[in-house]
């Protein structure tokens, strides 16, 4: 109980570090920051339940006027700016990539990780964000999409240091995995 | 740590914070009902001057914090532009602003303690059920200590890093340990509350 309790916080805040982290530009121009690797963690490591909550509780503290979003980030604003669906979707996100991860046990850690990630981690989050940005800007839904393809390549690449990540911390601290304990 | 309330005070900072909230929600509502381009324009005129109301430095403060707004508002009167519809797409783009910075407005002299107090008090009917609120307030306290200490966490490795490589700047590779550190930090800091009595508060507590 103790340690569902501090590892759902811990990775709150992982969530919110990786977004402190500044971005990296990819070849073609578009900036990606580490804050989504967060979330596809926390799913990844914790399984759905306790991922989703420690995004939800990211989220929580975010709103209630914590910069922790990329960027600086935070508050209430969040909520009536174009970016909101991402937001609002980073907790569904986590549990997708949770639920995920712990269905494909049969297969490798690595594998199963990395494709949570792709499935909760991109999917899942990219129609949430996308279905906000199409709300709050009023443009339909494939419009709105083409706003944000630009920024798939780099969560691609997150997806993969996802898998990778949890695959070390698997070999590194097996008990400590709580999607595979 | 940081937080997005102004420094400055303002006599808005001592207002109740659900008073503050129920009129953003009010607010809210009725800049979605405006339709009219000039009726927008009023509402975005009278909350600019709520801002400058708290004040230069509090006004740019809040200004700098709606900057990432820009390229949606360019995105909006561009795609109207090119269908000969501005009207509405200066219609869309200020309802976009004015509504950021009204709620903008709330986080600014709303002090996290308040929204902290106020998110408890809308708790007590779930406690009233039975329901345990502790460990949520828990939860919460602990990530603001543990934003700090992984921050200084991943400093370190990068120092040490850096030290290691002739390469310059921040690496993936620190990643790794860095989560390694969490899991680590995460399981003694559990250890510590249980150690302590942990959680049980008149439940019964499985040992897992």
Same mark, same amino acid.
């Given at each position: 109980?103790?340690?569902? #309790? ?154 993969? #240091?996802?898998?990778?990540?949890? #695959? ?9 995995? #709580?999607?595979?304990? | ?208």
């Amino acid at each position: 109980m103790e340690r569902n #309790l501090t590892m759902v916080a811990m990775f709150a805040a992982l969530i919110a570090v990786l977004g402190l982290i500044p971005p990296i530009t990819l070849a073609f121009g578009v900036p990606i920051t580490a804050q989504s690797l967060g979330v596809m963690l926390a799913g990844t490591v914790l399984g759905a339940k306790r991922g989703g909550l420690a995004a939800l509780l990211f989220l929580g503290l975010t709103l209630l006027g914590l910069p922790l979003l990329s960027g600086g980030r935070g508050g209430l604003g969040v909520l009536a700016s174009p970016t909101v669906g991402f937001a609002l979707g980073f907790p569904a996100a986590a549990f997708a990539t949770g639920f995920i991860t712990e269905r494909l046990s049969r297969l490798p850690v690595g594998l199963a990780a990395g494709a949570g990630a792709i499935v909760g981690g991109i999917g899942v989050l990219y129609l949430c964000g996308i279905t906000g940005m199409s709300l709050v800007l009023g443009r339909s839904w494939g419009e709105a999409a083409l706003l944000v393809t630009a920024f798939i390549p780099g969560d691609l690449i997150k997806a993969v #240091l996802a898998g990778m990540l949890t #695959l070390m911390l698997y070999r590194a601290r097996p008990r400590s995995v #709580l999607s595979r304990a | 740590m940081l937080s997005l309330t102004a420094p400055h005070r303002t006599r808005a900072h001592g207002w109740p914070a659900g008073a503050k909230l129920g009129a953003l929600a009010c607010a809210t509502i009725l800049l979605f009902a405006l339709d009219s381009p000039a009726a927008m324009a009023g509402a975005f005129a009278a909350t600019l001057a709520l801002y400058l109301a708290g004040g230069g430095t509090f006004a740019r403060a809040g200004l700098r914090r709606l900057w990432p707004l820009w390229p949606f508002v360019a995105i909006l009167l561009a795609w109207h532009g090119i269908e000969d519809n501005l009207a509405l797409g200066t219609l869309l783009a200020l309802r976009l602003v004015t509504a950021v910075a009204l709620a903008t407005l709330v986080t600014m002299t709303t002090p996290l303690s308040d929204m902290i107090a106020l998110v408890q008090w809308l708790a007590t009917p779930l406690r009233r059920l039975g329901l345990n609120t502790r460990p949520a307030a828990l939860a919460l306290a602990l990530v603001l200590r543990f934003v700090p200490s992984l921050t200084m966490a991943a400093g370190r490795l990068r120092q040490s890093w850096r030290a290691r490589s002739a390469r310059k700047g921040p690496s993936w590779r620190i990643l790794g340990p860095l989560a390694v550190h969490a899991l680590d930090d995460a399981e003694q800091v559990a250890l510590a509350l249980r150690a302590r009595g942990g959680l049980i508060e008149g439940t019964t507590s499985d040992g897992t």
